[in-house]
């Protein structure tokens, strides 16, 4: 059975950095490309990042653009991401995903699998 499990969430101050990991298992990691969503409290889910299976390739939305980066290490069958600048607006649960197609990740915001997620929180 395939998990997703991430760690590295916590309270952090407005300004401050965090670093997400996600650790994949059951998987055959690098034949799948990687992404992170968010969901905020009353709000709907959006697409954070996705980078390919190779690592070649990352998307990002606008939003988090120049503050966050998504890196992936196969022989480890880990993704991580790294938050800097954050502000309040980047509270959220976040969730990492694996997906065979990494458009329909990226433009349809699906995915085959999701982890659990982990909370993030900027105090302002």
């Known amino acids: 059975q395939v998990q997703l499990v991430e760690s590295g969430g916590g309270l952090v101050q407005a300004g401050g950095s965090l670093r997400l990991s996600c650790a994949a298992s059951a998987l055959t990691f690098g034949s799948y490309n990687m992404g992170w969503f968010r969901q905020a409290p009353g709000k709907e889910r959006e697409f954070v990042t996705a980078?390919?299976?190779?690592?070649?390739?990352?998307e990002y939305s606008d939003s988090v653009k120049g503050r966050f980066t998504i890196s992936r290490d196969n022989a480890k069958s880990t993704v991580s991401l790294q938050m800097n600048s954050l502000r309040a607006e980047d509270t959220a649960v976040y969730y990492c995903?694996?997906?065979?197609?990494?458009?329909?990740?990226?433009?349809?915001?699906?995915?085959?699998?999701w982890g659990r997620g982990t909370q993030v929180t900027v105090s302002s």
């Open positions: 995903t694996a997906d065979g197609n990494f458009y329909r990740m990226v433009m349809y915001h699906k995915a085959d699998y």
């Open positions: 980078i390919d299976w190779s690592g070649g390739r990352t």
